[in-house]
């Protein structure tokens, strides 16, 4: 099972991989003083629908989806610390004064030097079950919530452009499907 969650992991950080130098690009247009609705990475007028999307909208869905490749990567990185089940499903074990005093353990400690040369061991809990499963579910938040911002915000374009927008393609498409139109029937009228 385990092994299944290491591959799973790795597919989903190779495209978080190779989509980051679109990301970044996207950023630092964003970050210019020249980056205009219909303008591209040059300043020139473009009917890509992207760069129509407004400038907000853009910053957001671009910073959404930057903050979902980091959130990939530490998912990866804490999986790679932490491979097995145990590392990554266990909560520390707490002593009888730890959870007394909240945690804080007393130490005899009277100088900051003395408490940051000490070994802090039993205070530091495994991060195993934290890391692994809040920057996964991290990633996939900020995935989703930039995916669907960018889809709304094209659509949206495309309606005000009066495009055939996606959502109307795969309905025309199904629609042809089911009316005998379309796959390898011949539209010529040739017979052949």
């Given amino acids: 099972m385990n092994r299944s969650i290491q591959v799973l992991c790795g597919l989903f950080t190779y495209p978080s991989l190779t989509t980051m130098p679109w990301r970044l690009s996207n950023l630092l247009h964003l970050m210019r003083t020249r980056c205009g609705m219909g303008l591209d990475f040059y300043g020139s007028s473009t009917e890509e629908v992207w760069f129509s999307v407004p400038l907000k909208t853009r910053i957001f869905v671009t910073i959404m989806l930057i903050?979902?490749?980091?959130?990939?990567?530490?998912?990866?990185?804490?999986?790679?610390?932490?491979?097995?089940?145990?590392?990554?499903?266990?909560?520390?074990?707490?002593?009888?004064?730890?959870?007394?005093?909240?945690?804080?353990?007393?130490?005899?400690?009277?100088?900051?030097?003395?408490?940051?040369?000490?070994?802090?061991?039993?205070?530091?809990?495994?991060?195993?079950?934290?890391?692994?499963?809040?920057?996964?579910?991290?990633?996939?938040?900020?995935?989703?919530?930039?995916?669907?911002c960018q889809f709304r915000a094209e659509e949206k374009v495309r309606r005000e452009r009066r495009e055939e927008t996606i959502l109307e393609k795969i309905i025309g498409m199904v629609k042809g499907v089911k009316g005998g139109k379309g796959g390898g029937e011949d539209k010529g009228g040739t017979g052949v």
């Fill in 67 to 148: 903050l979902n490749s980091v959130a990939q990567w530490v998912n990866q990185w804490a999986r790679i610390r932490y491979p097995d089940y145990e590392s990554s499903n266990s909560y520390p074990v707490r002593s009888s004064e730890e959870r007394m005093t909240g945690g804080a353990k007393r130490r005899p400690c009277t100088t900051t030097v003395q408490y940051l040369t000490t070994s802090h061991s039993s205070l530091r809990p495994s991060q195993g079950n934290f890391l692994c499963n809040i920057f996964f579910a991290a990633s996939f938040l900020f995935g989703g919530i930039g995916g669907a």
